[in-house]
């Protein structure tokens, strides 16, 4: 949270804040798996909408504050950014910076709690990785890939097409299953596997195209810096049951992870 807050000059101190808007964005246990994705994106944009006015309305004062006083980070930037003549609105600005400060956290502190599971439920692999380090990145891939932080992804068709042998109506709202898609068994040899040397590892947890996450190198650096730290700190670390997951549907990731230590 630090780094994030700090990349866009945005008070570190706030982090309670911050944490209170995520719990209030992603943690949201009524979620009904069957219900209509419109219908209940609609109820869920109403039950969240104060904290997202709260977090628009801190977003705006950090942004006029900056076009007071530029400084020289994302935000600044970002205000005097020119592409065509054109700039970004102080709309567009809090939209982005918000983005950013959401999933510029809550997704890495996501992969090094499940990482820390997947290292739990998979004894001597810790091991492995603290005799030779260089195996952390594709245990890091590995985790990301089983435990999907961003389960589904939704895209609407803008046209008619057809995927494999469905028919997709244009106008569609479509639920993608990430998820899914990391345990597909004609992409991944024994998919049920945790696997830290699987090469390669074309998970789709970042998205695809566009889209693809503007954050991966940013969070594959945090988690491997964090996991390194916490392996070589610790000979013998783990998980205190019960564990406190979020609800699955919403964020695969742990809510709260109790750690028994051994330096
Ligand atoms: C393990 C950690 C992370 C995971 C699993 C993750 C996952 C994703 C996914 C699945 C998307 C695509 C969304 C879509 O297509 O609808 C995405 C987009 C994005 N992510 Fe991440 N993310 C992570 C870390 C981060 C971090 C650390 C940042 C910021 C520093 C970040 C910023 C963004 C932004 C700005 C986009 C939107 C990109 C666009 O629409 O062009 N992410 N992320």
Redesign the pocket.
Known sequence: MIV?AE?LGIPAADQPVFRRWADALFDHTDVDPSAPVLEAGRETMTRLAPTIREMNDYLLDHIRGHRRAPGDDLTGRLLTAEVGGERLDDREIVG?VG??LL???I??T??VGNTVLSLDEHPGVAAELRADPGLLPGAIEES?RCR???PR??RRSVIATRIGTTLVPAEAILQLW?TAANRDSRVFADPDRFDIRRSPNPHL????G???????S??RL??RVALRILLDRYRDITVVAPVEERNPWVMMSVNRLLLEVRS
């Open positions: 994030i990349l982005f983005l950013l999933a510029g956290h997704t890495t996501a992969t990301i999907t932080p961003f992804l939704a990430i947890s970042f998205g695809h566009i889209h693809f996450c503007l954050g991966a940013l969070a945090e988690a």
